[in-house]
């Protein structure tokens, strides 16, 4: 069984730079898998910030951006805001149509 | 701008069928794929599956023996059934829009209780 895993939690300073990962529990991440990366706050519904890897959604700041690190996709949010204490989560292809999501990380600016 | 908003009961008793409907306005429904994603209170997203719209469907492979998508061209909207609900099938249902790359726009959510 396919596991998208990302980081259950995070925290960043105001101001600082954060990275959050998106892997999987076997085999690498690459552009193949189109990972795309949504942040959610409480009660809200996802909203999207990068797709096709590194391709940020219409609206979303250039301080979000979206890669490949290593084995594994990555958001990295740089000026940490305090508005970006959300839920963040991504997505991965399978292929044969078939979408998986991780288990989400929480991230704290304090 | 393509709009979509999720409707249908927000209570639905164990055992039987959950039924959720997704408008899409601002745009045509007779391109990309159609996608329904859950969320239990508390926990992660789940992907349920789509229909393209062209009628064509792919479910997750967890949730395939209940699940059926179907489309409606002509009143634009999708529609999601889920058969042989328990408690854990609780959850806020999300109909979203998929270009080929990922998920976007989303819908407002709506949230489903089993209970009797």
């Known amino acids: 069984q396919t596991v998208v895993t990302q980081e259950p939690s995070f925290s960043v300073s105001p101001g600082g730079t954060v990275t959050l990962t998106c892997g999987l529990n076997s085999g690498s991440v690459s552009t193949s898998y189109y990972p795309s990366w949504y942040q959610q706050t409480p009660g809200q519904a996802p909203r999207t910030l990068i797709y096709?890897?590194?391709t940020r959604s219409s609206g979303v700041p250039d301080r979000f951006s979206g890669s490949i690190l290593g084995n594994k996709a990555a958001l990295t949010i740089t000026g940490a805001q305090a508005d970006d204490e959300s839920d963040y989560y991504c997505v991965l292809y399978m292929g044969s149509g078939i979408w998986v999501f991780g288990g989400g990380t929480k991230l704290t600016v304090v | 701008q393509v709009q979509l908003q999720e409707s249908g009961p927000g209570l639905v008793k164990p055992s039987e069928t959950l039924s959720l409907t997704c408008t899409v306005s601002g745009g045509s429904i007779s391109t990309f794929y159609w996608n329904w994603i859950r969320q239990p209170p508390g926990k992660g997203l789940e992907w349920i599956g789509y229909i393209y719209y062209s009628g064509s469907t792919n479910y997750n492979p967890s949730l395939k023996s209940r699940v059926t998508i179907s489309v409606d061209t002509s009143k634009n909207q999708f529609s999601l059934k889920l058969s042989s609900v328990t408690a854990a099938d609780t959850a806020v249902y999300y109909c979203?829009?998929?270009?080929?790359?990922?998920?976007?726009?989303w819908g407002q959510g709506t949230l489903v209780t089993v209970s009797s």
């Open positions: 979203a829009k998929d270009r080929g790359w990922g998920f976007d726009p």
């Open positions: 096709s890897t590194n």
